[in-house]
Antibody, heavy 125, light 110 residues
Framework: QVQLQESGPGLVKPSETLSLTCTVSGDSISGYYWSWIRQPAGMGLEWVGRAYPSGSILYNSSLKSRVTLSLDMSKNQFSLKMSSMTAADTAVYYCAREACRESSCYSWSYFPDSWGQGTLVTVSS | QSVLTQPPSASGTPGQKVTISCSGS????????VYWYQQLPGTAPKLLIY???ERPSGVPDRFSGSKSGTSASLAISGLRSEDEAEYYC???????????FGGGTKLTVL
């Protein structure tokens, strides 16, 4: 059974860059999409972006200018970098595996089926 | 403001059936599968329903999903106290090339 563990600083200063890592165990990151999804306290879910081992990467258009996603196949890790952090970016950040359960898989066939426990990131000076 | 629209709250008594709606558009629900997630307090979301109406192994058959046009529903029958949670719908949004989520529905078991 796949397990996802987010890691990174819990506190980031305004204007700084956030770096988070998702370490995947129990399965290879090959063959899946990997997403970051965040949730401000008491609010709903917001998709940040997704990456596939082939190099295909998509970002939420509202965050695209500040976000960079990457995969490290050798370490089985998935990373997020978000620049110019503000208080509005304070949230729990989840990494999620996107799997396909069809005979033929296309980018739209994948969906989040396993989530990490999440890591709280607070932006404050 | 969420792309998919859910009622903010729902409630029921033990044993009852509750239905949670999710409304979207032709760019998301109307052209793609709908997924449902359950988020218990203080935990990560958990996949409850995929491809409109399929349940992952381990999810009780008390949970069922349906879709019609640009709307979808999650039904929970035989309501139990442990079903008290936040429920989110999700669908891929074609024109935005992104995941769209509903704002969440907080289910209270009275």
């Amino acid at each position: 059974q796949v397990q996802l563990q987010e890691s990174g600083p819990g506190l980031v200063k305004p204007s700084e860059t956030l770096s988070l890592t998702c370490t995947v165990s129990g399965d290879s990151i090959s063959g899946y999409y990997w997403s970051w999804i965040r949730q401000p306290a008491g609010m709903g879910l917001e998709w940040v972006g997704r990456a596939y081992p082939s190099g295909s990467i998509l970002y939420n258009s509202s965050l695209k200018s500040r976000v960079t996603l990457s995969l490290d196949m050798s370490k089985n890790q998935f990373s997020l970098k978000m620049s110019s952090m503000t208080a509005a970016d304070t949230a729990v950040y989840y990494c999620a595996r996107e799997a396909c359960r069809e005979s033929s898989c296309y980018s739209w066939s994948y969906f989040p089926d396993s989530w990490g426990q999440g890591t709280l990131v607070t932006v404050s000076s | 403001q969420s792309v998919l629209t859910q009622p903010p709250s729902a409630s029921g008594t033990p044993g009852q059936k509750v239905t949670i709606s999710c409304s979207g558009s032709s760019s998301n629900i109307g052209s793609n599968y709908v997924y449902w997630y359950q988020q218990l307090p203080g935990t990560a979301p958990k996949l409850l329903i995929y491809r409109n109406n399929e349940r992952p192994s381990g999810v009780p058959d008390r949970f069922s999903g349906s879709k019609s046009g640009t709307s979808a529903s999650l039904a929970i029958s035989g309501l139990r106290s442990e079903d008290e949670a936040e429920y989110y719908c999700a669908a891929w949004h074609d024109s935005l090339s992104s995941w769209a989520f509903g704002g969440g529905t907080k289910l209270t078991v009275l």
